[in-house]
């Protein structure tokens, strides 16, 4: 899936009530904000640094603000280290309120949208 339909999806998960995922709807959503995120970057690391695409999400968001504008950076971080810390099983964490997986989506969906834009208008880095 491309993160546009994990976007879509997710905010289909926010904006109606989906039968069978009672209760277990905010951390289905958090999942698919991630994973759109993941792919996004996956997506733009491919095009414009295919090396960075082996390491972590950590690795990854360190060397974002050296490639997109630190805006685009700073969101993809807030928003990874959120949705990381939702999507990890905790036996007495709270489930992510509704709010913040707004907030992530809309993060997630800017960050999206701009590195789209930068990967086809960004000359690709050749490594040896």
């Not at 491919?46 to 974002?64: I, N, S």
């Not at 701009?114 to 690709?124: F, N």
């Amino acid at each position: 899936m491309t993160p546009a339909e994990l976007l879509a999806e997710a905010d289909r998960l926010l904006t109606t009530v989906v039968p069978g995922t009672r209760g277990r709807w905010p951390k289905a959503c958090a999942w698919l904000i991630r994973m759109a995120l993941e792919k996004a970057l996956d997506d733009y690391w491919a095009h414009v640094l295919p090396a960075a695409a082996e390491c972590g999400m950590r690795p990854q968001l360190l060397l974002l603000p050296r490639f997109a504008d630190r805006t685009t950076a700073e969101e993809a971080r807030d928003a990874w280290l959120g949705l990381a810390r939702a999507t990890h099983h905790h036996t007495y964490d709270l489930a992510p309120t509704a709010t913040e997986l707004r907030r992530w989506h809309s993060q997630v969906s800017r960050v999206v949208a701009r590195l789209s834009t930068t990967s086809q208008i960004a000359e690709p880095i050749v490594t040896n």
